[in-house]
DNA sequence: CCCGGAATTCCACCATGTGAAATTCAACAT
DNA sequence: ATGTTGAATTTCACATGGTGGAATTCCGGG
């Protein structure tokens, strides 16, 4: 196949095994950018752009992708969407452990105590991902975080204290692996060790409306994660029903609830057999 | 990239644009073939053979789709899985119309009233997809279908019923493409066929234990679909719980559901909005 | 009508993916 | 123990399938 002239471009996964297909490695980039547009879907250029590849290659697979239905297009804004192929897959990958089963209780108690919207986030590779959510009495507008949908670990309260409960040496390498993808979210590497740092000392995670302005959120690590891999318990409103107290008293509901599901994980099963190539 | 030199083995999907990336059809190709396996997964062997790869050619797909968490492997017996990555990305990839919840009631009530185990089956490709799925009293053992789990279509009940709803045409050009699959079901392309054309006479499909021995299936099409996309209902027992006036009985149950789903659908909105490229 | 940015198509080029063949590994029988 | 079979894995010379800069088309706004 082909060659490349220009300055080298791509490498969003820099340490992966150099053998192998480097063509299929970039589509499933290209899909992880795409699972990780919020709203309306991301555009031929987002995706390119953020992936790292020309546009041309970029939308030949995206052009594939979408041929074989693991992609969707919006016919007005040719927006990518993921497609129902990748539904239809998900129903099939039933999950060693089912972190949202295990998680419902928790979240329901945590939502009616505060009134706020929960999240329960999880760690995937470099990114956040919203497992489940549940709506508080005093709704979030402006297009709220959904279920399925990534972001740079480190990004908004949920993904940061994930982040902060990862050992130090991975959660540096996960940094600077998304420095690029921070500079889209006005964030830097270096402001979010400086969080990470902040959050570990505190012993839950802060954030005051960085992605969406006028938002704050208060978050909290699960013990060792849930059947292996790390999550977080979030709460997440508008700021002024966030001021200092009231982020106390969020902060203490959510360390006592986190202790309670750390117990009822203890006696779950343990994590996947052998997910990571060796 | 590679040339190829034996004779050419590939060409799982025929019909499909020559541009674009080879590589990517492969592995997207060997994604189906897992999520097509059932009970513990597959091995390189088969799904080399499926998917009508080579074996190396496979294997090297395979390590990236693993290393890259669309796949995960089991340690003891080396056989393929779908990985977590695609339980995530269907959780983003919410489906445009919700068949699952649209069928729900219907399925319990059509377990409730003939007491064994019920199914929704929808068209994905050249496949019968297991939508849902409702345990009846008397309980099948010997691996049934799980949710999620693949099959070509026209092997067994509801993918038959499924099939015979096409157009004519379609259907034919599905049979042909899923030729060489019906043989490792000991069937024949022409056999469905006549399955096809005895199902349409009869207005729903039985299947006499082909598929697992000694069991036996009822099932009737859903309308035109449910949002636009091929479904059926079906009833599957021990063959001696089956006989030839039971399935009358079950039949009747069938269509008396289906038309009421079928009601119930047309307020439901449409289909996707330009998920096939043009 | 014309402009700017995004999407799409072209196409010369060669690095990348290919697959037959050889090697290792595992299970089972002798 | 030792051979035997079949699957999994690695190797490597080769030429084709993928590449991406440049050119073109499309679309929305002024």
Not at 6 to 31: F, K
Not at 156 to 182: H, K
Request: charged share 25%.
């Amino acid at each position: 196949m082909g060659g490349f002239r220009g300055l080298r471009l791509m490498d969003t996964h820099p340490a992966s095994s150099a053998d192998g297909a480097r063509v299929v490695r970039r589509a499933i980039s290209l899909l992880r950018e795409v699972s990780a547009a919020r709203g309306n879907g991301a555009t031929l250029k987002m995706l390119a752009d953020s992936a790292g590849l020309p546009q041309p290659t970029a939308h030949r697979l995206l052009k594939v992708l979408q041929a074989e239905g693991l992609l969707e297009r919006d016919a007005a804004s040719r927006a990518y969407r993921l497609g129902s192929l990748l539904y239809e897959f998900g129903l099939a990958a039933v999950p060693r452990v089912d972190a949202r089963r295990l998680c419902a209780g928790t979240l329901e108690r945590i939502t009616r105590a505060v009134g706020d919207t929960t999240y329960l986030n999880s760690r995937s590779g470099n990114d956040a991902l919203c497992l489940d959510r549940r709506e508080g009495s005093f709704e979030i507008h402006a297009l709220p975080i959904e279920i399925g949908n990534r972001r740079p670990l480190g990004v908004g309260a949920g993904a940061l204290a994930v982040l902060a409960s990862l050992p130090s040496t991975e959660a540096d390498a996960v940094i600077e692996a998304n420095a690029r993808r921070y500079r889209r979210h006005g964030l830097t590497a270096e402001r979010i060790r400086i969080y990470v740092e902040a959050t570990r000392a505190r012993g839950f995670a802060i954030t005051s409306g960085r992605i969406v302005a006028q938002y704050r959120g208060v978050a909290i690590a699960v013990g060792n994660g849930i059947g292996g891999v790390p999550a977080s318990l979030a709460v997440v409103a508008i700021a002024e029903r966030l001021d200092p107290r009231r982020v106390e008293q969020v902060a203490r509901i959510l360390i006592r609830e986190e202790k309670s599901l750390r117990e009822v994980l203890a006696i779950a099963p343990a994590g996947p057999t052998e997910s990571p190539v060796p």
